[in-house]
């Protein structure tokens, strides 16, 4: 083994000894309180997997729209593939995808598209859509981040993919670019 390839290995080898070390050196409250929220970590992780697993029907999923009205998601995919996109006003990433999602949903057609905005109340929304220019169709209010938690995760944006049946086909974490866009559409159209 070259001396430039042990340096890397000498690293990871030393990396157990030091978070022990690191662990010996905290509290027994820090180490308790690190425990415990370790332990949630996994916890949601599992939860997460298992909501994953098991999604609902669209007809089952009742939302708020931006003006108000109550409905349900398989109304506002009225028999065509859905895209569902949960994203925020504060969110970074959420504000670099939604250009991307605001031109695919005036080209795309033959796709319904939902803007679940996560938390956030219609002056905020409607403030933050005016501010940036973006003109969307379905925009809803998640208040309680139902939505959030149906998709197993607290991270946003995300985006879930439903076909014309209204079966959960795929989901997107982090912000989606033109192409990633792109290739979550195509399996979509052939339905």
């Known amino acids: ?5 042990q340096k890397p ?9 030091a978070i022990l070390r690191g662990w010996r050196g905290l509290s027994a409250r820090k180490r308790t309180l690190l425990a415990l929220a370790l332990w949630v970590l996994a916890w949601q992780g599992v939860l997460g997997g298992l909501r994953l697993m098991d999604k609902p029907a669209l007809s089952e999923m009742q939302v708020t ?3 108000g009205e109550s409905t349900n998601l398989a109304a506002l995919a009225d028999g065509k593939p859905l895209v569902v996109n949960l994203w ?6 959420c504000r670099r995808e939604m250009p991307v999602l605001a031109a695919a949903q005036q080209r795309e057609t033959g796709i319904s598209f939902v803007f679940a905005n996560q938390g956030e109340n219609a002056a905020t929304v409607q403030r933050y859509l005016s501010a940036s220019q973006l003109d969307l169709a379905n925009v809803l209010l ?3 981040t139902t939505l959030g938690f149906v998709a197993g995760s607290g991270m946003l944006p995300i985006t879930l993919f439903y076909d014309a049946s209204g079966q959960w086909v795929a989901t997107h974490l982090g912000a989606l670019s033109a192409a990633s866009l792109a290739k979550k559409l195509k399996p979509l159209r052939a339905y």
């Open 1 to 5: 083994m070259r001396r430039d390839e």
């Open 88 to 93: 925020a006003s504060w969110c970074p990433p």
């Open 142 to 144: 998640d208040r309680d």
């Open 9 to 17: 290995l000498a690293f990871i080898a030393a990396m157990p000894g």
């Open 65 to 67: 729209l931006l003006s």
